[in-house]
T-cell receptor, first 113, second 113 residues
Framework: QKEVEQNSGPLSVPEGAIASLNCTYS??????FFWYRQYSGKSPELIMS????GDKEDGRFTAQLNKASQYVSLLIRDSQPSDSATYLC?????????????FGKGTHLIIQP | EADIYQTPRYLVIGTGKKITLECSQT?????MYWYQQDPGMELHLIHY???????EKGDLSSESTVSRIRTEHFPLTLESARPSHTSQYLC????????????FGPGTRLTVT
């Protein structure tokens, strides 16, 4: 059974600080990893994708992947109140079969002004 | 970013009614997906399609059915709605080439009374 685990939170971070969100996955052969942001009552919005070990930076966001530890994280620098949302970690299996995303339940992030 | 549309955005309907949730995308994406999300829970894949005349069931068993007669259109149908079908239904699409990045429509929030 494929699983993606996230701490549901809430994770409370002061405005301007770094928010660190973590995710572990059980399927060792997972190849693609994504972070989505979901505001309450809205649909998920893709904010980061990462495919190889290491760091990937995009603006205030940095995704980190460690396939050996089956661990992916998202750092949000200079956190803003508008970053308050649920962050969903998602992974895909290798080719073949259903290639839909497997999602974690998400981490609820609260940025305190 | 894909342009993907879902209608209706909200639907309240009585038990036993037949309903069709519409999903359309204008990016020419071959792959399309339907996910179901209950409040506070993770998204689950219920249907996917690799292209015209291709439909497959996802990881989560669903009484709904889908069709893919045109590339841009991927409707979901419930022949006889029940209160257990109350949920948010999210449509997504992606290109065959390149990454597994999926882009979501705004969702349909279905309530069956």
């Amino acid at each position: 059974q494929k699983e993606v685990e996230q701490n549901s939170g809430p994770l409370s971070v002061p405005e301007g600080a770094i928010a660190s969100l973590n995710c572990t996955y059980s399927d060792r052969v997972s190849q693609s990893f994504f972070w989505y942001r979901q505001y309450s009552g809205k649909s998920p919005e893709l904010i980061m994708s990462i495919y190889s070990n290491g760091d990937k930076e995009d603006g205030r966001f940095t995704a980190q992947l460690n396939k050996a530890s089956q661990y992916v994280s998202l750092l949000i620098r200079d956190s803003q109140p508008s970053d308050s949302a649920t962050y969903l970690c998602a992974v895909t299996p290798p080719g073949g079969g259903a290639d839909g995303l497997t999602f974690g339940k998400g981490t609820h992030l609260i940025i305190q002004p | 970013e894909a342009d993907i549309y879902q209608t209706p955005r909200y639907l309240v309907i009585g038990t036993g009614k037949k309903i069709t949730l519409e999903c359309s995308q204008t990016m020419g994406h071959d792959k399309m997906y339907w996910y179901q999300q209950d409040p506070g829970m993770e998204l689950h894949l219920i249907h996917y399609s690799y292209g015209v005349n291709s439909t497959e069931k996802g990881d989560l068993s669903s009484e709904s059915t889908v069709s893919r007669i045109r590339t841009e259109h991927f409707p979901l149908t419930l022949e006889s709605a029940r209160p257990s079908h109350t949920s948010q239904y999210l449509c997504a699409s992606r290109s065959v080439e390149g990454t597994h990045e999926q882009y979501f429509g705004p969702g349909t929030r279905l309530t069956v009374t």
